[in-house]
């Protein structure tokens, strides 16, 4: 399958409501296979990290217009201590008491101002594991394409959808590596023509559109 048979909202519904997961997986101890940075070639799963991992949500906010789907992200403000720049989902840290789900909202409300009356949550992504020490819980979504959207500057310098024509095609993705914390960090990049996508969120990405498009 490749990106055109799920670029219209009813098959990528029918599809999602296949393969995605009704439920958040719960945290994995160490040692126990998971999804994350340490699937690239050269990158060592560090039980330590999996083990003791922060545990975090994004949401996935997936839009449906008459031109084709896209995906919702941000460009993180560039005065930020952590991650200026940066092109990321919506999402943060799980605050205590806190479900998935209602961080992923909480989130998406406080930086880009996401209603939540215009997102239907239709299910999860396995948790994803980064380098750094995070486990990414995904929710993903449908999102009106009429839903306002205002980046709040504190945290976020723009929103924008990038298409599912471009980052569900296989052939744009290639993996570069940097150096950190005295290791060599391999990465994956998603060719785009008006943002520099990389890391966890190209690899999360690459993660839903292979669980829809696996057999």
Same mark, same amino acid.
């Given at each position: ?6 670029? =219209? ?15 958040? &997986? $719960? ?56 991650? *200026? ?12 008491? &806190? ?8 989130? !998406? ?17 396995? *948790? ?6 995070? =486990? ?8 009106? $394409?009429? !839903? ?12 924008? &959808?990038?298409?599912? *024509? ?9 993996? &570069? ?22 890391? !966890? ?13 696996? $057999?």
């Amino acid at each position: 399958m490749n990106w055109a048979d799920f670029n =219209r909202r009813e098959a990528f519904l029918a599809r999602a409501g296949q393969r995605l997961l009704a439920e958040p &997986e $719960p945290p994995r101890r160490s040692g126990e296979p998971v999804q994350g940075d340490h699937r690239l070639p050269g990158f060592d799963p560090e039980p330590e990290r999996i083990a003791n991992a922060v545990d975090a949500a994004v949401l996935v906010g997936v839009t449906f217009r008459q031109e084709g789907g896209g995906i919702i992200l941000t460009e993180r403000s560039p005065h930020l201590r952590h991650h *200026s720049g940066q092109v990321a989902f919506p999402g943060g840290r799980i605050d205590p008491g &806190e479900t998935p789900l209602e961080a992923a909202l909480r989130e !998406a409300e406080e930086e880009v101002d996401l209603k939540r009356r215009f997102v239907r949550p239709i299910g999860y992504l396995p *948790s994803y594991y980064t380098g750094t020490g995070y =486990r990414i819980v995904p929710t993903v979504a449908v999102v009106d $394409p009429d !839903a306002p959207l205002t980046p709040n500057p504190d945290e976020v310098g723009r929103v924008f &959808e990038a298409p599912l *024509s471009t980052i569900f095609d296989m052939a744009r993705y290639r993996t &570069e590596t940097r150096m950190w914390e005295g290791r060599e960090r391999r990465y994956y990049v998603v060719d785009h023509a008006d943002a520099y996508i990389w890391g !966890a969120t190209a690899a999360l990405i690459r993660l839903l559109y292979e669980r829809l498009a696996e $057999p």
